[in-house]
């Protein structure tokens, strides 16, 4: 065990400054460069490219172990190791072994690698403009004048496509999002287009890293439902840092394929005028003793609690220890890798309380200052347990000023009561929220931010009971519906497997399909949603919500597999009325300033309370003076079981969103000072004078 004095000794004198970690390769030439100080000799082990990436190869596994060459590396100052090659040297394997004192020996993969073969076994040199697709050359980032511009919607890879309803080719797969012009036999918009159509602004992936729990060797025949073999994941098991995931490539065996074919998702996406989050996972990784950074870097790159155990705030059994010089400095160079290689959008950071905050405010220096000022950074300001970082984790209120944004869980709490359980919030039918719900609406700046643009609002993401769930949950309507329910050692109640309980589960039972919107669970989801699309601040959605995804009740499906997860497309059709509701509440915060204010200030003087009763909030936007087109806009929440009448400042009032319908173009008007609002929904009006 190394000391923590010790660990700062090697922070202080042996930290690289240099930014050519890993393989620089260039014409018939190959460097390789590894920090290691405690190695006392280093090798790199040099392997022939995989049977698949060879001419007329036949799909080698690409970890195939024939004997290596073996070249012993350079000791430089600052612990680096060097060494130089002259040749060609593109598509082959490698690894470094390390040699401590005492002759201790450890293989290991390249942390800094950007291409691996399957699973992760092994590195491979790569020339990265040989995996740009046709038109990357030309392909720009969306521009983002302000983060409250945004519209994110949080997907994973796999659910977006798998289901047999979505229509798409490339079912599971990066190249799902390339699929255009598809539609269902109503014509209704799938897949891309449906992400276009719908208005949104970026799309948030869930990780698409190289994770350890799924094998890619398998990938290629993981069709819908085939979760007997637990190959199902969310990706917060991170494997290799730098590398895409190999399961969502059309050939993991390819090193250079999973590359071109993410870049193939971000480029037909940007065509789209639409983003791309990248949600990533700095804080910790699915090995510990076994991982890269310990085999190279023994008790560096991991906290340890006072009797040298690993620590354990990220509740997986290891926390990154990310405010030593030289692991801040992996994460700052790998999140602009990203950026600059892959032209991400942004970056969402899981257990960002688990990043110190320097590590964080220099991060978001650096790339609004030298990438560009439209990526969108954004995490989840708490742990999963307590740390050794203590005072420097970044928790709400520590994103100040910093070009960072938050999880406002206060706002979800606000909205819908707990995560998991039956407790209900202001939409889910709760009295006594009504204050929480107005700190919300303001963009939190009363509470933890400097300005709006520093909180996320959002109600439900893929962690924990989703909207519909939720609600259903809520109403304690469960067990009428068929929902999953497990046992205390985790096995499902009276079904021999999910996909068993999924096909006698009936979400939508209640709802008459010719009255979709007079539905009390239907009208609670818009009305919790809509709140979140009409505050100040960054909303977020959660992919299909916009047509009542359903999960049966799984609360933390990370490995239920497609039955549970896959998104089902023909749900759009049964419940288009809900897709044209959030279609319209998004159109009316893209194209109306005053429901995207850029500062404390702004919001101070345009954002007034009207009314603040049981169940209900009603405010006034002042949209002329915000630069609005309309001249006075009035918001009302009402989310009790009977319609509520109040007074309004005098004038002819353009109703523009009630009872489920949404847009820009008037319903109705009101002209007598008063107005009816129906019950559990949304009321958006405006006047100009």
């Not at 799938?190 to 990780?207: K, M, R, S, Y």
């Not at 949209?623 to 004038?651: C, F, H, M, Q």
Request: proline content about 4%.
């Amino acid at each position: 065990m190394i000391e923590e004095h010790d660990k700062q000794d090697i922070a202080g004198n042996d930290t690289y400054e240099g930014k050519d970690l890993g393989v620089t390769i260039g014409a018939q030439f190959c460097q390789f460069k590894v920090w290691a100080p405690d190695a006392v000799q280093m090798h790199v082990l040099l392997y022939p490219a995989s049977t698949a990436e060879l001419p007329g190869g036949q799909g080698g596994t690409g970890e195939e172990r024939a004997e290596p060459k073996e070249f012993l590396m350079e000791r430089q100052q600052q612990g680096i190791w060097l060494l130089k090659l002259d040749g060609e040297w593109n598509g082959y394997r490698y690894m470094y072994r390390a040699t401590f004192k005492g002759g201790r020996q450890e293989t290991a993969v390249d942390p800094y690698a950007r291409a691996v073969t399957m699973n992760g076994e092994m590195g491979v040199i790569i020339r990265l403009e040989e995996t740009d697709p046709q038109g990357w050359s030309q392909d720009f980032r969306p521009e983002l004048k302000s983060p409250v511009d945004a519209v994110l919607y949080e997907l994973h890879v796999r659910d977006f496509s798998i289901h047999p309803s979505s229509g798409m080719l490339n079912k599971g797969k990066y190249l799902a999002f390339t699929e255009t012009g598809l539609r269902d036999c109503e014509g209704n918009t799938l897949g891309i287009d449906h992400l276009a159509e719908l208005g949104i602004t970026h799309v948030h992936l869930l990780p698409v890293f190289d994770f350890a729990t799924v094998d890619e060797s398998r990938a290629g025949d993981r069709a819908y439902g085939d979760s007997e073999d637990s190959s199902y994941n969310w990706g917060y098991d991170p494997l290799h840092y730098n590398v895409p995931e190999g399961s969502y490539a059309t050939r993991a065996d390819e090193p250079g394929t999973r590359i071109r074919e993410l870049k193939a998702l971000v480029l037909a996406l940007h065509q789209r005028g639409i983003g791309v989050i990248m949600d990533v996972v700095y804080n910790h990784t699915f090995n510990t003793a076994d991982s890269s950074f310990e085999k190279l870097v023994p008790g560096y790159y991991y906290r340890q609690n006072a009797d040298g155990t690993y620590s354990n705030g990220s509740g997986t059994g290891n926390e990154v220890a990310t405010e030593r010089p030289m692991v801040r400095k992996f994460i700052l160079e790998s999140v602009r890798y990203w950026a600059e290689e892959y032209h991400i959008d942004g970056f969402r950071f899981d257990l960002m309380g688990l990043i110190d905050t320097t590590t964080m405010r220099e991060l978001a220096a650096e790339l609004h200052e030298h990438v560009s000022p439209s990526i969108l950074l954004y995490g989840e300001p708490w742990a999963a347990s307590d740390s050794p970082l203590g005072e420097r984790m970044t928790l709400k209120g520590d994103q100040k000023r910093d070009g960072l944004a938050v999880f406002n869980d206060n706002y979800r709490g606000a909205i819908k009561g707990d995560s998991d359980g039956a407790e209900k919030g202001f939409a889910t039918g709760a009295e006594g929220k009504e204050e929480d719900i107005w700190t919300g609406v303001r963009g939190a700046i009363t509470d933890f931010t400097a300005s709006p643009s520093e909180t996320v609002n959002y109600v439900t993401v893929h962690d924990n009971l989703n909207l519909w769930d939720k609600v259903v949950h809520s109403q304690e309507l469960e067990e009428q519906l068929g929902f999953i329910s497990y046992d205390d050692e985790g096995h499902i109640r009276g079904y021999d497997s999910v996909e068993q309980a999924v096909q006698h589960a009936n979400p939508y039972m209640q709802i008459d399909p010719n009255h979709v919107l007079e539905n009390e669970t239907v009208r609670r989801c818009l009305l919790a949603n809509g709140i979140v699309l009409t505050s100040q601040g960054i909303p977020l959605l959660a992919a299909g919500d916009e047509f009542l995804r359903s999960k049966y009740g799984d609360a933390n499906s990370h490995e239920s597999g497609d039955a549970v997860n896959a998104i089902r497309w023909e749900q759009k059709q049964r419940f288009k009325p809900v897709f044209d509701y959030y279609r319209g509440l998004i159109r009316l915060r893209r194209e109306h300033a005053a429901f995207r204010l850029r500062t404390r200030e702004d919001i101070n003087q345009h954002v007034s309370l009207l009314k603040k009763d049981k169940s209900l909030l009603a405010y006034e936007l002042s949209g002329t003076a915000a630069g609005d087109s309309w001249d006075r806009i009035i918001v009302i929440y009402n989310a009790a079981k009977e319609s509520r009448t109040l007074s309004i400042p005098r004038g002819m009032w353009n109703i523009v969103v009630e009872q489920g319908q949404a847009g820009l173009e008037p319903l109705r008007t009101v002209n007598d000072g008063q107005v009816s609002v129906p019950a559990i929904s949304l009321m958006v009006m405006y006047v100009n004078n």
